[in-house]
């Protein structure tokens, strides 16, 4: 027989040959741990970070913040009926310009051109999800500023308050109203945007007063930079919104919260 057999260097070539797979097996073994865990994280992080902003956003936890009006006490705010409100109207703004702004006049109730942003012609203005007021950094001229309101329901707010709003601040680059600044949700599922339910008050340019929702972040045919938004517009000063305040110089004043430092 050949000395091979008694040399004992086959069984080390087994050794080896298994000490090799066995190396393999537990690479492949991580590996698919790793892509695991990547595919959980891909998909669980962002749906608990949707989970999460949902609890944020609902009434159990949606406490008064800078910038925002508490709820008032249906007891001592009559609720009007219906018919004794103000026109409900709704606008469309197409906004889908990165560079160019898209200013609207609550008074004209339309988008309207500016050529000196310093006018007083007017109110708010939208360059794709951005939003500022015509007052503060913006315009030391214009008086515009908004309030979140503590309610969701656009209907039930038939007077906003007289004062204490917030205006424009500057920032590095540009200027912002804080309380703009997070007037959507973002899916990171779909990776689209949709606005809150939130309810603003908002003072124009010329000391007039306005309710304002926003509808929708989408133009007809899918693309974005469309923002759709109900607004009901008080002209003659009054901070009611009720028929009835038409020949009013101010209606009885809404509580607000004193805004605190930006």
């Not at 500022?132 to 039930?156: H, P, V, Y």
């Amino acid at each position: 027989m050949s000395d091979n057999l008694y040399s004992g260097k086959e069984p080390e070539a087994e050794i080896a040959v298994f000490e090799k797979k066995k190396k393999l097996w537990r690479n492949i073994f991580l590996l698919n741990l790793c892509l695991s865990v990547l595919l959980v994280g891909f998909f669980w992080v962002p749906l608990k970070f949707v989970q999460m902003e949902n609890f944020l956003n609902s009434p159990s936890v949606n406490l008064p913040q800078e910038g925002e009006a508490p709820a008032l006490n249906p007891a001592a705010v009559p609720m009007p009926s219906m018919e004794n409100l103000l026109i409900t109207k709704t606008v469309t703004i197409n906004a889908s310009s990165e560079k160019d702004w898209a200013y609207f006049d609550f008074s004209r109730g339309a988008v309207v051109e500016i050529h000196d942003p310093s006018s007083l012609e007017w109110d708010l203005a939208f360059r794709r999800g951005k939003v500022i007021s015509n007052g503060g950094a913006t315009n030391k001229f214009g008086k515009a500023g908004l309030i979140q309101m503590k309610e969701d329901q656009f209907d039930t707010v038939n007077q906003v308050p007289t004062e204490n709003y917030i205006e424009d601040t500057s920032t590095k680059t540009e200027t912002e109203n804080p309380v703009l600044l997070k007037w959507y949700k973002y899916n990171y599922l779909t990776h689209k945007l949709s606005p809150k339910k939130n309810v603003y008050a908002m003072r124009t340019a010329d000391s007039k007063f306005a309710k304002v929702q926003f509808k929708s972040f989408y133009c007809e045919n899918k693309e974005t930079g469309c923002i759709k938004m109900q607004y009901v517009y008080q002209g003659n000063g009054s901070n009611s919104f009720e028929k009835t305040a038409l020949g009013l110089a101010s209606s009885s004043p809404v509580p607000a919260p004193a805004p605190q430092g930006l």
